[in-house]
Nanobody, 117 residues
Framework: QVHLVESGGGLVQAGGSLRLVCKAP???????????MGWYRQAPGKQRELVAS???????NYAESVKGRFTISGDSTKKTVYLQMNSLKPEDTGVYYC????????WGQGTQVTVAS
C-alpha cells in the first residue's frame, strides 16, 4: 500500500528552480489538515535530514541551509504537499522524500534532485 508518492525532481543547473510534489492518496483530509508534513533530503553519503515542514495553514519551518530559497505549501483538497525550490545549489543535490513529521508513515521512493555547477 502506497502512502506517499514524490515526483518533480530532475537535473537542473545551479541557480535554477524545481517544484517537488508529494501526494498522500491514503490520507484522509482531516488527517492532512492536522498533520505536520515535511520534506526531507538525503544527500549522497549522508543521513536523511528535514529541510522544510508545515502544519497545514499554520506555521512553516525551514532548515537554515534552505531558508529564503525553498517554500513548502499544501493543498488539502488534493492531499498534496509541494516544495518550491529556487536558487538551487549543488549542495541541494540528493533524494527528496516527504513524510509526516509528527507520525512517520512508510517512506516513498523519493525523487532525485541533481544540481549541476
Amino acid at each position: 500500500q502506497v502512502h506517499l508518492v514524490e515526483s518533480g525532481g530532475g537535473l537542473v543547473q545551479a541557480g535554477g528552480s524545481l517544484r517537488l510534489v508529494c501526494k498522500a492518496p491514503r490520507m484522509i483530509t482531516s488527517t492532512f489538515n492536522s498533520a505536520v508534513m515535511g520534506w526531507y533530503r538525503q544527500a549522497p553519503g549522508k543521513q536523511r535530514e528535514l529541510v522544510a515542514s508545515m502544519a497545514y495553514r499554520r506555521n512553516t519551518n525551514y532548515a537554515e541551509s534552505v531558508k529564503g530559497r525553498f517554500t513548502i505549501s499544501g493543498d488539502s483538497t488534493k492531499k498534496t504537499v509541494y516544495l518550491q525550490m529556487n536558487s538551487l545549489k549543488p549542495e541541494d543535490t540528493g533524494v527528496y522524500y516527504c513524510n509526516r513529521v509528527d507520525q512517520e508513515l512508510p517512506w516513498g521512493q523519493g525523487t532525485q534532485v541533481t544540481v549541476a555547477s
